[in-house]
C-alpha cells in the first residue's frame, strides 16, 4: 500500500527514551492509535546523528543499537531495538539517488541505528518487528541540497516505504537552562518562523532558512538535526501539506516541534 505521508520528528534529548515526564514521549508512544496507523512495508529514516561525505545507507539484516551519547543514566545501556534491517531497501533508495544525479551512494555493511533513530522507533513501533534502513547526511551541503536529496527518494513512498526525518527544531545544546516552563525568545521566535513557514507552504523559505529565518544560527549553530526535515519535506513534494503534530519545550531552548507532510497526488 502506498504512503501518502512522511514526517520530521524532533527527538531533543537522548532521556526521551526513558524519561517519562517529557510530552514528547506520550506523543510517539500514542503514534499507532492517534497519529498514524497505517502499517508500513519498511522504514527508511534520516537522523541528524549520522554524518558523511556521501550519502549512506545501512545494508545491515539486523540492526545493533548504537549509544551515541554519554553520561546520560545507566538503564539508557540497556535499552535495545533490534528492529530488521532493510537490505533490499537501502539497494532501492541506493538507487533511486543515483538515478536522480547522486553520482555516488556508499553502503555500510555494519552500522545500526544511532538513538536518533531507534529512541523515536521504539516508542512508536515498540515490537522492532518492522525493518528499518538509515540514510545518513552531508552536513557541508545546505537544505536545498536535502531537499533535492527527498524528492529523490519521492518513488520509495509507493512501495510502502515511510520516510522519516529525525532532528530537533531548535538544537543549541551550549543553550540548554533550567526546565523552569520559561522558553528562550529566540528560540520561540524561530521555531515560530519555521511553524508559519511550513503550515503556509513557504518550502523554499525553509530550504534558505539561514537567511529568511530569525536567529537562524542561533537555533541551528550546526545544520545536523535540521537537515532531516529537509529530507521529509522533499520526499512529500512542493505541494504537500505540513501539519503541526506535536509541539513542547525542554530546558528552555529545546523545541519538540514534529511535522507531518501529506501528498497531495501520490
Known sequence: MAVMD????????????????LPARHFLKSWKEKIYAQRPS?????????????PTVNVVDRNDTIYDFYGFPKPMYKLKYPAPGAPGLAK??????????????NEDKKRGLDHGAWVPLMLMYPDADIPVCQLSIQTDRDGTYHYNLGKA?????????????????????????????????????????????????RYEDVNQYEEKAPYAKMAHPWPDHFYPLHVAMGAAGETAKAKLIHHSWSLGTLSYASYQFTSTTS
Open 153 to 201: 527518494l519521492a518513488p520509495l513512498k509507493e512501495e510502502g516505504v515511510l520516510i522519516i526525518g529525525s532532528g530537533s527544531t531548535t538544537h543549541n545544546l551550549r543553550s540548554l537552562s533550567a526546565d523552569n516552563g520559561s522558553v528562550a525568545s529566540w528560540a520561540s521566535e524561530f521555531d515560530t518562523w519555521l511553524k508559519e513557514a511550513l503550515l503556509n507552504g
Open 6 to 21: 512522511t514526517f520530521y520528528l524532533s527527538h531533543g534529548s537522548p532521556t526521551l527514551s526513558i524519561d517519562e515526564s
Open 42 to 54: 519498511s522504514i527508511l529514516i534520516i537522523s541528524g546523528h549520522w554524518e558523511t561525505a556521501e
Open 92 to 105: 532501492r533508495v541506493k538507487e533511486v539517488l543515483m538515478e536522480s544525479g547522486f553520482k555516488r551512494v
